[in-house]
């Protein structure tokens, strides 16, 4: 049972414990170090506040009396100097067990010379330092100089401290309950102002540290004591330096800010403990006193509930897409019934991450956000969930979305579709496969949006809208089904209105052949593998796994290696590619890994059995995304004259120089030609005066297409201006020319 006493007699025993006078050097009185010696003075530092002046932070071992520069100081008490230290601004002397500090030293005293009490003149105040720092003690033997019965006599302080804030947050942490309602082991964290002089003079009077501090927990009603500590703050002597943050909470103390952690001991840490109340409402009494019985105390009505450690699931974001004027963020709810609402974390490179917004700026009802701003450059959000517990869990995060806004005049515009849902591996909806996507794209210099295949499928986002789409599904399989019926329908109809797809999965022929052991599949599953991605399974392989470019594909000459750091999984896809698709990639087993294909109706695909992201070099991902895209969006095919054999097909029947992509050039572009023979080919850079400004080195080229990669740079590996440059492929007598636009930003 709680034993309760009444508020009355304990206020009554927090007088008696601070008028108590502690015997010896403590009683002993002395004048002011200041003129008028026997009068009281004010003080702008009071003993034990605390000090940021050092890198861990350490108590005031003394006070400070403010007093003009140039001022004598005098020596409090009879004795011999022992030290002398003229040098710097803690310049100081040092008679028996008082040291002044901030003190020009009197040229006429030594060490050894004895000094008479108000007679002699130590010294004088330091230019620029305007106060006296007197120390009662030798170092961490301090006492306070204004001690109850003891100290500088007279000191007259008619003015009471202040208790100016009372927080709560979780034992031993920076985690703070919200809206009084706690639970569990609890820090009382407490700001006092120690008020040394009227309202009307310097803050520096008005900031200053206090001398006794306690808290108790009292009933609602505020008759009864249910919880009582058996430690408090009193500072008649200081404690080690190691000890100063047990008293002060380090995030918002300062030198001229004491918030006090009063539920500490000073040698160590402690807590109130919640726990051992029954749940319902109290009262938190905090109660502080200076060394003249000047008061302050305060109620602040709390709850006890239970303790909640159980976060809100993770956000899933419906995409991040370019509006009018700026981009829009947009999510679907969270179902939680705490729910207290969303935080918004920013990235430019998915490793430094920020938070943009606070819950209070993204309350439970949200789902979306929009911004008036550019993103030129590409840029990633998450998003987490916040619940209304008394220390606020937060979720993990949602997957990353990120955007790459388009110029007023781009044309080339693609969205990255995130069909990952599997939340068993590989992160869940934490994943960060949108940002290996996104990071990609904008390295090939493309611009894009990102989105969920749920906003897809629920109209949020329309295929339509994009000249391209990236849609990625992970290792998802099975009970997460790749792509459900309805992503195939949206995904039949795209490609079939001239759309252009490039998709990439570990489990996508496997979750839709009938031939394979998923236990899901269906016929319409089959038909979409068969007939929209023009492939069959074909088994599966172990990783980790060496693929290579078909030779003459637009991968030719591409050597890749996979990955399970991002992405993990034990093996992935073998395809087998319908016509009129071709092989693209393929496995060190000479085995389908990855296929291309453009339909009669324009349509254009990239099928990968393996995924993307698990591409192991960053160049290397760009290289490819580089060359998909180009394929998607710009090379113009050469015809197939014979669809039985599709390997002759690809090979050029005439000479062509492609238009350069992306143009304009940006970053980097690639130019790619047509060769229908073996041949010398050189290519040489004009510029619009007809100048040659680089020349690329000649290569024997083999039968099939080919490409150079150029970033803008002469000869002399400088960056050229930006403008209009000609290009101009030479092949013995013939050569071709085409214009393309350098503009670097």
């Not at 003080?43 to 003394?62: K, V, W």
């Not at 009077?205 to 009864?224: H, K, M, Q, V, W």
């Not at 974001?317 to 679907?332: D, I």
């Not at 319908?578 to 294909?597: D, H, K, M, T, W």
């Amino acid at each position: 049972m709680i034993k309760q006493i009444s508020v009355k007699l304990l206020k009554a025993v927090l007088l008696i414990s601070i008028a108590m006078v502690l015997p010896g050097v403590l009683a002993a009185q002395y004048s002011w170090p200041v003129t008028p010696l026997h009068q009281s003075q004010e003080l702008t530092g009071t003993f034990c506040e605390y000090r940021d002046t050092s890198p861990a932070g350490h108590y005031h071992n003394g006070v400070d009396i403010p007093k003009a520069d140039g001022s004598p100081v005098y020596a409090v008490a009879n004795g011999v100097i022992e030290r002398i230290v003229g040098e710097g601004s803690n310049a100081y002397v040092r008679v028996g067990r008082f040291a002044y500090v901030h003190i020009r030293p009197n040229p006429g005293l030594r060490e050894g010379d004895y000094v008479v009490a108000e007679q002699t003149v130590l010294g004088t105040i330091l230019s620029g330092q305007g106060h006296v720092h007197f120390i009662d003690g030798y170092y961490n033997s301090e006492i306070n100089p204004i001690r109850p019965g003891g100290g500088l006599t007279p000191y007259d302080d008619p003015w009471p401290p202040k208790i100016t804030s009372v927080r709560f947050f979780q034992d031993n942490s920076e985690l703070e309950f919200q809206n009084n309602r706690l639970s569990g082991k609890i820090d009382i964290v407490v700001k006092v102002e120690e008020r040394n002089g009227p309202p009307h003079t310097y803050n520096s009077r008005l900031n200053n540290g206090t001398y006794f501090l306690s808290y108790r927990i009292l009933s609602a009603d505020g008759e009864s004591v249910v919880y009582s500590p058996v430690h408090y703050f009193q500072f008649d002597r200081k404690p080690a330096n190691s000890t100063v943050h047990n008293v002060f909470f380090k995030k918002y103390s300062s030198t001229s800010s004491h918030v006090y952690i009063v539920t500490n001991q000073i040698v160590r840490n402690d807590f109130w403990d919640a726990a051992q109340l029954s749940p319902g409402n109290y009262q938190v009494m905090v109660y502080t006193k200076d060394t003249r019985e000047n008061a302050d105390t305060v109620y602040v009505p709390v709850e006890i509930v239970e303790e909640d450690v159980t976060p809100p699931d993770a956000p899933v974001l419906k995409y991040v897409r370019q509006t009018l004027g700026g981009f829009q963020l947009a999510w679907y709810p969270n179902i939680e019934d705490d729910l207290a609402g969303y935080r918004l974390y920013y990235s430019y490179d998915n490793v430094n991450w920020r938070q943009l917004t606070s819950a209070k700026n993204i309350p439970a009802d949200s789902v979306t956000m929009t911004f008036s701003a550019s993103a030129l450059s590409e840029i990633y959000f998450r998003l987490t969930a916040l619940d209304n517990a008394p220390i606020q869990n937060e979720s993990q995060p949602s997957a990353v979305y990120g955007i790459k806004m388009r110029d007023a005049d781009a044309a080339n515009y693609l969205l990255i579709v995130d069909g990952f849902d599997r939340t068993s591996a590989s992160g869940g909806e934490s994943h960060a496969f949108g940002f290996t996507y996104g990071r990609s794209t904008a390295e090939a210099a493309f611009p894009f949006d990102m989105c969920s295949n749920e906003a897809v499928v629920d109209s949020f986002v329309n295929l339509a809208s994009y000249w391209a789409v990236i849609w990625f599904t992970g290792d998802k399989g099975e009970a997460d089904k790749t792509l459900s019926a309805e992503e195939q329908t949206l995904i039949g109809s795209f490609l079939n209105d001239d759309g252009r797809l490039f998709i990439s999965g570990a489990n996508i022929a496997w979750n839709l052949d009938l031939d394979s052991d998923c236990y899901s599949t269906t016929e319409a599953d089959n038909a979409f593998l068969n007939n929209v991605l023009k492939a069959d399974f074909g088994g599966r392989l172990a990783l980790p796994i060496a693929v290579s470019g078909s030779a003459g594909g637009i991968f030719d000459r591409i050597e890749l290696s996979l990955t399970q750091d991002l992405l993990a999984m034990d093996s992935t896809d073998v395809i087998a590619v319908r016509s009129p698709a071709v092989s693209c990639f393929e496995y060190n087993s000479g085995q389908v890994a990855g296929l291309c294909c453009e339909n009669a109706e324009g349509g254009r695909l990239i099928y990968f059995a393996f995924p993307f992201e698990t591409i192991a070099s960053d160049q290397l991902r760009t290289d490819v995304m580089f060359r998909a895209l180009g394929y998607l969006l710009w090379i113009n095919h050469v015809p197939h004259e014979d669809e039985a054999n599709a390997e002759s097909s690809l090979l050029p029947k005439q000479f062509q120089l492609e238009q350069n992509f992306p143009n304009p050039l940006t970053t980097s572009t690639l130019i790619r030609f047509h060769v229908p023979e073996s041949s010398k080919i050189r290519l040489k850079i004009y510029n619009v005066l007809g100048q040659l400004v680089r020349d690329f080195e000649p290569r024997q080229s083999l039968p099939g297409i080919h490409e150079w990669r150029w970033n803008g740079e002469d000869q002399r590996g400088q960056l050229l201006p930006n403008g209009i440059y000609f290009y101009v492929l030479e092949s013995g007598n013939t050569s071709f020319a085409r214009k393309l636009l350098l503009i670097k930003p």
